[in-house]
């Protein structure tokens, strides 16, 4: 399968923006009242971290595969 430059872009740009926005997201999750109950986490905290973790390997996945489409275009 041949990827143009275009498309090579728009992958290593997806996995740029999703290190631009998980990490925050995951921030905000962890400031949040719910994601505690004294002292201990909670399924808010745990499911979101499991989103989160999914949502970076993948887009850490797809901006691999820009990175090296692009390279070879």
């Known amino acids: 399968m041949v990827i143009t430059k275009r498309w090579a872009v ?24 719910r994601s505690f109950t004294g002292g201990r986490p909670t399924a808010f905290l745990l499911i979101h971290a499991v989103l989160i973790g ?8 797809v901006g691999v595969l ?8």
Do not use: E, H
């Open 54 to 61: 999914a949502s970076l390997a993948i887009g850490t996945t």
């Open 10 to 33: 728009f992958l290593a740009a997806v996995g740029v923006w999703t290190w631009v926005i998980w990490p925050r997201f995951g921030l905000a999750i962890w400031q949040d009242d």
């Open 66 to 73: 820009g990175v090296k489409a692009w390279r070879k275009s």
